[in-house]
């Protein structure tokens, strides 16, 4: 991002700032796009007049007739609270960051226009029921009512300072199908086959088939699925096929693509900077009125998500004042801005929350080109011509637009034509190269997944709610459930291949048809569960479903389950669960994982007294990764090196595992056998080590990097010291300018948590100890009465800096607290509030 910045000629932007800043003006010139909050606004596109209650914690309440009426107000809320985060993000989906920024945003441009994602997006629009096509369309009326009378710089701080470099910017008219290409970026941040089957492939051609199988242990017979096996509506058993058939030439070629990849990765760095590819996961876990003190259900869910400022999330109630047959809405929750509605929270009868579920909906395969014409490629014997589209990118700074030209086969669209890492791969030094890869995903074609989200919204029982999410074919989403009347479920929706071959984790052949994708597995045979015997559902990102009790391959790649595990017990260990205790599972901060390791430390000899002191200290251990704690310092900076020890001398460095849920299993197996082939350290010759032998090394690297670091007294390893978080801007955040990164960023703040602890606050031992990834979001919904509920996102309302709602929640949100839902439109109105009022013109 720093890279972007001064393409644009930051250094004026310095200079200026720098005078505003020491004349006192940089308040105003940050104020000027500050949202009006109270008193009346008349605006065109109304039918009656729209209450706005933003209370003490900057969340709108809105209250309308009409549910035209009701979304344009939302609209028009998101388009005063984040419109540059709107404006920038719609730009990211469509590709056309390079108008603004220039040569140094095209990579980026180039690799998100072989998605198309606004030519989807424009028949997922076509594809609407009425119902949501009027509320798409009422939704940008608002957003383009706010935006038609101002100037950028009154729209966003953002947009004044690029003014000040001479970025020329007219605002574009908000349109129904900007509302709706966000969600399809939501999409794409969960698609990762394209980066981890090459990965696996070359992890495969440096280990082998033995070796590699224990990178990838198969999960847990004790860990738990997230429906049991005898709740399950079909029978069957999933057979594992066997590895891709790709001969030695293919691997040759595969292997040779990732070292030209070595350090640069597929994922452009502006999207990296923006979280899209940054390990992730989720809990939700819902509790029957059986099992909690009030008689009726209680659901908790918190997505963890890449560390953004402003949050992804806005929050915010819309209630029809009379709910009617011709105005239905009544809902509460979190929303995306830009996009209609709400995606997680409750409405009067309904409460649903959303983990990422790690189906596999993609694949990579390999296409034989034709040596005369590299626009031919192999179908069972024939050369076939592929289809090309032609994309234009206006590039700042240039008189004429980038031309790129998209290819496709029949099994999906050509990644290796500047989609990897943003140059043609598909042509060598010596011309035409013999293969290209394609990128297979369901996301690929038209998707209804919007609709479903919309009918969610209003849906009023278990039935509404399962007719729904049929709609939601893109998106790999677990689904919970909760209502008033005392019922809970779980429903795994999307489109996900059957596979004629292969298990999705490797590359496959294109030219014939053994692997292609013969169909999906039918909606009314995905996993689902309602009112479940054992009174509660939890999703950690864990498997929905014993491999041995399924029909159908769902994905060899998920969460381990630790934290499944974890939400799992605490729930059966409490006879009556609270509001409270939903509250402390939400915020748990145990690591099952490093008490499994701790007891093979046991016996070991240490010559120093002090690191024996050390060892003893992490044995007596709780596993709690508390911010004060000195073990669970101990703990991370054995960790690391303990990995280090382990993989660093049989792996190329692009390819070490970076300590997350796998790696902690892998390690779990490997210690059970003392002198596995893993534990040898391959740099000191005819010298063979064990397992002992490498945790006693690893051990007192660590000690030494905890003196080096903290000192000798123990008391004083805090491991927040370590673990902390840095709130930074996504666009302006990085400039490696100071005085702008102060403006927008926030932090560092030491921080709880840890990788496969249900706080969830990852981080890679290969880049430690920043976090990655947070909770980006709490909520905590009682259905017995809904304003008991409790929510919380990790920074604050406001996209504006200097506002005070732009970072308000942040201490809230790290020290494990909530704010109240305010369901009730007298509770919003308790404290201090605002009203705006929207009138007719």
Known sequence: MRKLLVGCGVVIVVLVCLGLVGGGLG????????????????????????????????VAHIYANTPEDLFFAEGYVHAQERFWQMEFERRVATGRLSEIF?????????????????????QSY????????????AYAAGVNAYIEDRTPAQLGLEFALLDLQGVELDIEKWSSVDSMIWAEMMIYDQSDKLETELRNIDQLAQVGEEHYAELHPAYRAERPTIIPSEELGVSGETVRPALAGLGKEELAYLVNLNRRLAGVGIVPSILAELGFGASGGSNSFVVSGEKTDTGTPLLANDPHMAVNMPALWYEVGMHCKEKSADCIYDFRGFSLPGVPGILIGHNDRIAWGLTNSYFDSEDVFMERINPQNPDQYEVNGKWVDMDIRREEIKVQGRDDPEVIFVRSTRNGVVATDNMVAGKPYSYGED???PYVLSYAWTALEPIRSYQAVAMVNRAQNWDDFVNALQYFDAGKQNWLYADMDGNIGYVLPGKVPIRAGGDGTLPVPGWNDDYRWTGFIPYDEMPWVFNPAQGFIATGNNPQIRYEDYPYLLSMDHDRGQRAQRISELIQADEEVTIQDMTAIQTDNQSLAALEVIPYLKGLPFDDPRVAAARTRLVDWDGQMVIDSPEATIYALFWTHLAGEIFHDKLSEELWPGGDTVTEDTVFFLLQNPNNWWWDDRTTGEITETRDETLKRAFEQAYQDGMDRFGADLDNWRWGDLHTIYFQNATLGKSGISLIENIFNRGPYPTNGSESVVNKTCWSVNEPYEVLCIPALRQVIDLGDLSNSLMIHSVGQSGHPYHPHYDDFIELWRTFQYHPSNWLRTDAEAGKYDLLTLEPK
Do not use: Y
Request: hydrophobic letters at 40%.
């Open 102 to 122: 220039g040569e140094a945003t095209l990579s980026t441009d180039k690799f998100l226009r072989h998605f198309n994602f606004h030519g989807l997006t424009e």
């Open 431 to 433: 011309g035409v190269e």
């Open 126 to 137: 076509a594809m609407l029921d009425d119902e949501t096509r009027r509320i798409v369309d």
């Open 27 to 58: 308040f105003w010139f940050a104020r000027q796009s500050f949202p009006k909050v109270s008193g009346r606004v008349e605006l065109d596109g109304l039918m009656e007049p729209v209450e706005i209650v933003r209370d003490e914690f900057g």
